[in-house]
């Protein structure tokens, strides 16, 4: 997780790191959660080597790398060819449910079922399968969805989404999020957070919001209305809201549009969250645990106590009034946005 060097050497093996993450892509597609992960973990491996990989005897010491992995990576840069990815790439399997997997909302095993019923094309999809509500809306707009939009539009789309809130609720805290504050030159959704510095003034905000903003016809879509995020055990009053917007005027394409509105005392973990990547979160996670602590979207509490990864004590909050004292209590040099990519 180190930054300014992390910068670095990810050109110097680029091209190993490239072909890795192709495959772990694959990989994650098809559900192969086991192999995603090792693809990832090696990844993370030799973005921290501060020179370029030369030799199998290095790669086989590097930590969390076996034996089959190895011989994959010395394959791509003594040949600089990978042909386990080359024949993934170009199998017809692969292909399908990498185009049905680009629809929203559906999951890898998903695309698997579709496959196996005999599906090959999107208008096999349209005709044929059976679909959830979200699927439809997802194949609606399969292409303007896959499209990445540049970051003035981002700032257009908030700019409709503030108008409309503070017309609800003036003072509100409006921030977007996403890869748009990690700074990217095209964001393929907008992610806005909401809350209020008083605490109650974000409560109730939601529904009229959403109607306001259909009635204007900026709404097209819903696709997650939810008053409660029911994955968390401590849900608290998280409510969020998942659809397509699209802006007046000629040309324009249906976007994704992410709203979560959020009590303020959990301000900066749900910034922090909803700012990712969702890599650079996994992470995150991942070294509260070590120090017995729990990292969500609301809070971070410390003093857990668990027992077969099950928490059986589930802590006490910690103050996190700024993301960088969440930062702190987790012993890491604080990391700007631009650099929570990984
Ligand atoms: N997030 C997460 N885990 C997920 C999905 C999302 O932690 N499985 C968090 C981190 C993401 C943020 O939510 O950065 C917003 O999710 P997006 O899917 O909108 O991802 P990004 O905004 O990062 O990228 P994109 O430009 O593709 O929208
Ligand atoms: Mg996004
Ligand atoms: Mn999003």
Redesign the pocket.
């Known amino acids: 997780m180190s930054s300014q060097t992390a910068k670095k050497n990810t050109e110097i093996n680029k091209d190993i790191i490239d072909k890795l993450q192709a495959m772990g892509d694959l990989y994650g597609k098809t559900n192969d959660k086991w192999r995603a992960y090792s693809y990832q973990k090696a990844i993370t491996t030799i973005r921290r080597c501060t020179h370029r990989i030369n030799s199998y005897e290095e790669i086989i010491k590097l930590p969390g790398i076996g034996e089959s992995l190895a011989k994959k990576i010395w394959e791509i840069i003594d040949t600089g060819s990978f042909e386990k990815l080359e024949d993934f790439q170009s199998s017809e399997y692969m292909n399908v449910i990498t185009l049905f997997g680009n629809v929203w909302g559906c999951g890898p095993n998903i695309a698997k079922q579709w496959y196996d019923q005999g599906f090959r094309t999107l208008d096999d999809l349209r005709t044929k399968a059976k679909l959830s509500d979200n699927q439809q809306v997802g194949l609606k707009y399969y292409d303007e969805f896959l499209e990445?939009m540049p970051r003035n539009e981002v700032c257009e789309i908030e700019a409709v989404v503030k108008e409309h809130a503070l017309a609800l609720v003036p003072d509100l805290i409006i921030q977007t999020?996403?890869?748009y504050r990690r700074g990217?030159p095209t964001?393929?959704?907008v992610?806005i957070l909401i809350t209020h510095t008083d605490g109650i003034s974000h409560e109730g905000l939601l529904i009229p919001l959403i109607d306001s903003l259909k009635k204007s016809g900026f709404l097209t879509d819903d696709l997650v209305l939810s008053a409660s995020d029911k994955y968390e055990e401590d849900s608290g009053s998280h409510v969020k809201y998942y659809g397509v917007c699209l802006l007046p005027g000629e040309n324009r394409k249906h976007r994704r549009l992410?709203i979560i509105i959020i009590p303020h005392d959990e301000y900066a973990c749900a910034l922090l969250?909803?700012?990712?990547?969702?890599l650079f979160?996994r992470s995150m996670r991942a070294l509260a645990h070590r120090y017995n602590m729990y990292l969500s979207q609301h809070r971070l509490n410390t003093g857990v106590i668990r027992k077969n990864n099950s928490k059986i004590n589930t802590g006490t909050p910690l103050y996190t009034p700024t993301e960088e004292s969440i930062f702190k209590y987790l012993n890491l040099p604080y990391r700007p946005p631009e650099e929570r990519d990984h």
């Open positions: 990445r999020c996403g890869s990217k964001c393929g959704d992610d992410d969250y909803f700012t990712g990547s969702a979160n």
